[in-house]
């Protein structure tokens, strides 16, 4: 299979650095409906138990998706916003994978007799914290406890720090099942690796990516981060111009959110190294601007795909899903997850797990899943989910669909927000129909902005500072 990506004759996106300075504000990344913000603790355990009762009785078996979350670090990256460990003390990541064996092994049997699983994710933390061997014991456990999908079907995928691996080691995890890997890069610039204390060569990433193509991943992915302290726009363009030559199938692009009250390590990043606003405007412009000049698919949010990569062949055919682990061709799976601070997503609910090693512990020594707090979604909560969906995956809705799957008049009940998308409509975002409500080329960017609209739990709140920028 060649690598080389097909330039598309046909534009996905556009950038319109005006619009994006008058309408970008902070918003939610709609990874669910409602927002994991709106989780409570009033939703536990016991309220998981329902749900599944409620998955059983449903009738036909969907197939389901895993998450694990392995949290531990070697060393700490300073933009890092993820629920992490640093420790170099090994010893923890044995205790813990003990007792993930134990939440996988209650999981299993909630989910007996209709545990077939299409897709798989292992997020951090560094998954490749774990050591092969563990992997191995990892992975055979979970073969024991669910029926996995043939290699061919399924999409089983890892988070990879480059620095943590080599060529054997990245043809070990996929003999282990992985068909999918995602590389954690940020920026090939010496200066912004040593500003955020992750220093990774050019040529280490490439070793890795080569050792994947010649295991055999189907898919590999670079994540990039723009806004990062020292990085400027020609630092950006060449960072990009390696990637791309790099040519994996699927490229993240994220914007940086300096939210040092909420993430400690971001304290020790110097605002003064950190690109004003104009700087990080016209990094996102550089990067859609290359990215779609090489030939890339937009998807959406902050991810570009080849275009016969699985992401884009499904968006073109109406069947891409948004969840948790960002864009996903399995849609509909009820997701269960695993780990400290891992959010699953079954039947009409989501649920958290807690996020601290002790108390994880302590849940499951009592023989009860470590679910901290959650949600069960009303009537209202599922239409407005639906919504998000389609805009979020498709960019256009339909408003006889949406009518056909829920009781409503869609003009009677969605009246004022209507009203507050002629607004966008007339700086040019979409187009609202009696049928259809269709998102343009430069209202791709600001989709975000599109969904808040529907957003109930926003109405009447200020622009939260929990949230990042929506561009």
Not at 15 to 40: C, E, I, M, N, W
Not at 418 to 436: C, F, K, N, Q, S
């Amino acid at each position: 299979m060649s690598h080389a990506t097909t330039a598309s004759t046909v534009p996905t996106v556009q950038f319109d650095a005006q619009l994006v300075r008058k309408l970008s504000k902070p918003g939610p990344r709609y990874t669910s409906y409602p927002t994991a913000d709106r989780f409570s603790a009033d939703f536990g355990y016991r309220d998981y138990l329902q749900a599944v009762a409620g998955v059983r009785t449903r009738g036909a078996a969907k197939p389901l998706s895993l998450y694990l979350h392995i949290p531990f670090c070697d060393t700490i990256c300073y933009y890092c916003a993820c629920n992490k460990i640093v420790t170099k003390h090994r010893d923890k990541a044995s205790v813990y994978l003990s007792y993930l064996k134990r939440e996988i092994d209650m999981q299993a049997s909630l989910f007996a007799g209709i545990n077939q699983v299409s897709q798989l994710h292992l997020g951090g933390g560094t998954p490749t914290y774990l050591s092969d061997a563990q992997m191995d014991d990892l992975m055979a456990h979970l073969h024991r406890r669910f029926q996995f999908a043939p290699d061919a079907q399924g999409e089983y995928s890892i988070e990879v720090d480059p620095r943590t691996v080599d060529r054997e080691r990245v043809h070990s995890l996929r003999r282990q099942g992985f068909n999918r890997i995602s590389l954690g890069v940020q920026d090939y610039d010496d200066q912004v690796q040593r500003a955020v204390n992750r220093v990774q060569p050019e040529h280490q990433t490439q070793a890795i990516i080569d050792a994947a193509r010649d295991a055999g991943f189907r898919s590999v992915s670079i994540d990039l981060i723009y806004g990062l302290p020292k990085q400027t726009a020609m630092s950006m363009a060449q960072t990009l111009a390696k990637v791309i030559k790099a040519g994996p199938d699927r490229i993240a692009v994220y914007n940086y959110a300096h939210l040092p009250r909420l993430f400690k390590p971001q304290r020790r990043i110097a605002e003064a190294d950190l690109p004003n606003a104009e700087s990080r405007l016209d990094m996102l412009g550089l990067c859609i601007r290359r990215l779609c000049e090489a030939g890339y698919v937009y998807i959406g949010m902050d991810h570009f795909a080849r275009p016969d990569d699985d992401l884009a062949v499904a968006q073109q055919q109406g069947r891409l899903h948004r969840n948790f682990q960002g864009y996903s061709t399995h849609a509909d799976a009820d997701l269960v997850a695993c780990g400290v601070s891992a959010i699953g997503a079954v039947g009409s609910t989501y649920s958290q797990n807690v996020k601290t090693l002790e108390a994880y512990y302590a849940r499951i020594d009592s023989n009860e899943l470590p679910i901290e707090r959650g949600i069960a979604l009303t009537m209202d909560d599922l239409l407005r989910r639906c919504l998000i969906q389609m805009l979020m995956c498709h960019f256009e809705l339909s408003v006889s669909a949406l009518e056909q799957a829920f009781p409503i008049v869609f003009a009677d009940y969605f009246a004022p927000e209507i009203e507050r998308l002629r607004v966008l409509a007339g700086d040019g975002l979409l187009t609202v129909g009696p049928e259809w409500i269709s998102v343009t080329l430069k209202g791709r960017l600001l989709i975000r902005n599109i969904c808040m609209v529907f957003d109930r739990y926003l109405a009447g709140e200020p622009a939260a500072p929990r949230f990042s920028s929506t561009i």
